[in-house]
C-alpha cells in the first residue's frame, strides 16, 4: 500500500485527537471524524479491544470511504483480574462518565495491597487497499489513592505510570504522556508500518 498522505482518525474522542497529532509527521495530513462528515455514533459492540478498533475503522471505511485508523484502550487492572478492560467507558454505567468510572474504580481497590495495572491501546488501521492492520501499544503502572492532575482525560488522574517520577498522568503535559503512552506506543507501530510500504 503506497503511504497515504492523508489518514482519517476514527474517533469522536478530541482528547485522542490532541495527543496523535503530534506524533504524525507533517506529510500525513490527520482528518477528524467531522472533517469527512461523519457526525453518528460508530459501532463499538465486541468483546475485545482488537474487536473494536477494527469495527470502527472499518466502519468508517465503508460507510465514508476513506483511509483510516481507529483506536481502542482499556485499562486492565491486575487485582480486578484484567477489569474493567474492554469496557472501561462504561465501567460504572453507559453515561460513560470519567469521574464515575474513577470513583468506582478507587472503590473496587480499597484496602487492596495490589494496586498494579496497565493501559493497552489496539490501533486498527483500514487501509484504501481494503486491508487491516492492528498495533499494540501498553504502559505499566499503578492505581493511585486518590486522583491527581487536571490533564489528560478518562482515568489520567489515578493512573501512575511505572517509567514516570510518581506523577499521573494528569500531572503531566500532553508531550510527558506522550513519551510513554499506550496511544503513542500503538501508533509508533502504526508509523513504522506506514514507512515501510
Ligand atoms: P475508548 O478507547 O474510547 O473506548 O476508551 C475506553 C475508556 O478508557 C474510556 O473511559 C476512556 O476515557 C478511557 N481511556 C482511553 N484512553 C485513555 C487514556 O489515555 N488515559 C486515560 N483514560 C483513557
Redesign the pocket.
Given at each position: 500500500m503506497p503511504a497515504p498522505t492523508q489518514l482519517c482518525f476514527a474517533s469522536n474522542?478530541a482528547h485522542k485527537l490532541d495527543e496523535i497529532r503530534p506524533l504524525l509527521p507533517p506529510s500525513l495530513a490527520l482528518l477528524s471524524l467531522a472533517d469527512i462528515g461523519c457526525h453518528e455514533e460508530l459501532p463499538e459492540t465486541q468483546d475485545t479491544l482488537e474487536g473494536n478498533a477494527r469495527q470502527k475503522a472499518e466502519y468508517v471505511r465503508q460507510h465514508y470511504g476513506v483511509a483510516c485508523f481507529a483506536?481502542?484502550?482499556?485499562?486492565e487492572v491486575t487485582a480486578l483480574d484484567g477489569a474493567p478492560g474492554v469496557y472501561?467507558?462504561r465501567y460504572a454505567g453507559p453515561q460513560?462518565l470519567?469521574e464515575d468510572?474513577v470513583a468506582k474504580l478507587l472503590q473496587e481497590l480499597a484496602g487492596s495491597a495490589d494496586r498494579s495495572a496497565r493501559?493497552r491501546t489496539v490501533v486498527a488501521l483500514a487501509g484504501a487497499d481494503g486491508t487491516v492492520h492492528e498495533f499494540a501499544g501498553e504502559v505499566a503502572g499503578h492505581i493511585a489513592e486518590h486522583g491527581r492532575g487536571t490533564g489528560?482525560?478518562?482515568?489520567?488522574p489515578v493512573?501512575v505510570p511505572a517509567e514516570g517520577d510518581g506523577r499521573t498522568?494528569a500531572e503531566m503535559s500532553g508531550t510527558e504522556k506522550n513519551l510513554i503512552?499506550h496511544?503513542a506506543r500503538a501508533v509508533a507501530g502504526l508509523l513504522t508500518f506506514l514507512n515501510e510500504d
Amino acid at each position: 500500500m503506497p503511504a497515504p498522505t492523508q489518514l482519517c482518525f476514527a474517533s469522536n474522542n478530541a482528547h485522542k485527537l490532541d495527543e496523535i497529532r503530534p506524533l504524525l509527521p507533517p506529510s500525513l495530513a490527520l482528518l477528524s471524524l467531522a472533517d469527512i462528515g461523519c457526525h453518528e455514533e460508530l459501532p463499538e459492540t465486541q468483546d475485545t479491544l482488537e474487536g473494536n478498533a477494527r469495527q470502527k475503522a472499518e466502519y468508517v471505511r465503508q460507510h465514508y470511504g476513506v483511509a483510516c485508523f481507529a483506536d481502542d484502550t482499556g485499562l486492565e487492572v491486575t487485582a480486578l483480574d484484567g477489569a474493567p478492560g474492554v469496557y472501561s467507558a462504561r465501567y460504572a454505567g453507559p453515561q460513560r462518565l470519567a469521574e464515575d468510572n474513577v470513583a468506582k474504580l478507587l472503590q473496587e481497590l480499597a484496602g487492596s495491597a495490589d494496586r498494579s495495572a496497565r493501559f493497552r491501546t489496539v490501533v486498527a488501521l483500514a487501509g484504501a487497499d481494503g486491508t487491516v492492520h492492528e498495533f499494540a501499544g501498553e504502559v505499566a503502572g499503578h492505581i493511585a489513592e486518590h486522583g491527581r492532575g487536571t490533564g489528560g482525560f478518562g482515568y489520567d488522574p489515578v493512573f501512575v505510570p511505572a517509567e514516570g517520577d510518581g506523577r499521573t498522568f494528569a500531572e503531566m503535559s500532553g508531550t510527558e504522556k506522550n513519551l510513554i503512552s499506550h496511544r503513542a506506543r500503538a501508533v509508533a507501530g502504526l508509523l513504522t508500518f506506514l514507512n515501510e510500504d
